[in-house]
């Protein structure tokens, strides 16, 4: 694979994003990072990334607020929301939304990560 994609991940919590990290080869994706809704929409607000994966849980908010405010302003946006919380209702209100994809963090998640992503810019 040649082509490069430009990540934003977000995730409060640092052994999780270093796993996720550790699954997403450096010579595919350039990652930024946030770990706060205020820290994600800042960076959101002045790039556009060619995906951005949001888990729910943030210790300023959630993820669904970080999805709305980007999709408001660029519905465009490819967007997927991560979470721990395998809740149906916030899964469909995402994907009604906009959201590319719903994923269940789970012991595979991490390994399944890079795939999952390509799937989603691809499409």
Known sequence: ????????LVEDNPSHLELMMEHLPTDVFDIDTAITKSEALHKAMRKDYDLISIDYYLPDGNGLEVFQAIHDRNPNQKMI??????????????MKGGALDFIVKSFKFYTE???????????
């Open 81 to 94: 929301m991560v979470t721990a919380a395998n809740d149906p209702e916030l899964s469909l209100a995402l």
């Open 1 to 8: 694979m040649s082509q490069r994609y430009s990540l934003l």
């Open 113 to 123: 990560l890079k795939q999952r992503i390509i799937e989603n810019l691809e499409d």
